[in-house]
């Protein structure tokens, strides 16, 4: 669930876009194999802006790689969602993660959600139609590359992923939901 308070689509400017997002962007700690991943795609050519921590090796390696090293709270973290064109969205491995709390806050904000494709993310968001999702290296670059060249496509998906989160995933509907599985009526 998210805090519709905190994760909501706000407005973004030009100014907003240049100061928080890009094309490909990334917001969370620091991971090797979500490293490699970006890493990946910027040799491939695409611009890619991480926010997070732990990122401060990563600093210059590529001129394609923006590493910002620092954590986005409240406003900047919604702005910038909407202020990249693709908001990545990795999993913990470590945690055998099948969703995270950025797979439904992205879509709140009105971000566009390329994410690790999962049972639980496909439960959540219809593929190629609320989100989109990947289980490759090569996937994920395609995807990318498809979807920084269809702005109308990846604007629709956006839209509509915001509009799944708003008819149940807030913290409120998704209590509501749980205590009704366990209540009795």
């Not at 001129?63 to 709270?73: C, D, G, I, K, M």
């Not at 496909?122 to 995807?143: C, N, R, S």
Request: a positive charge; proline letters at 3%; one cysteine or more.
């Amino acid at each position: 669930g998210y805090d519709p308070e905190a994760f909501r689509s706000l407005p973004v400017t030009a100014a907003d876009v240049r100061r928080l997002g890009g094309d490909i962007g990334f917001i969370g700690s620091y991971e090797a194999e979500r490293a490699s991943s970006m890493l990946g795609l910027a040799r491939a050519g695409l611009g890619v802006r991480i926010w997070g921590d732990g990122w401060g090796a990563l600093r210059g390696v590529h001129p394609l790689l923006a590493v910002e090293n620092r954590p986005l709270y409240f406003d900047e973290y919604a702005r910038a969602c909407a202020a990249f064109k693709i908001n990545l969205g990795f999993l913990r491995k470590l945690n055998r993660d099948q969703q995270t709390t950025r797979s439904v806050e992205v879509p709140a904000c009105g971000g566009f959600l390329l994410a690790e494709r999962t049972a639980e993310h496909l439960a959540m968001f219809e593929e190629g139609v609320e989100a989109e999702f990947f289980a490759t290296q090569g996937e994920l670059l395609d995807k990318c590359r498809r979807y920084l060249a269809a702005d109308t496509a990846r604007r629709a998906i956006a839209r509509r992923g915001r509009e799944r989160c708003l008819a149940g995933y807030s913290n409120a509907a998704r209590l509501s939901q749980a205590f009704g599985a366990i209540l009795p009526r």
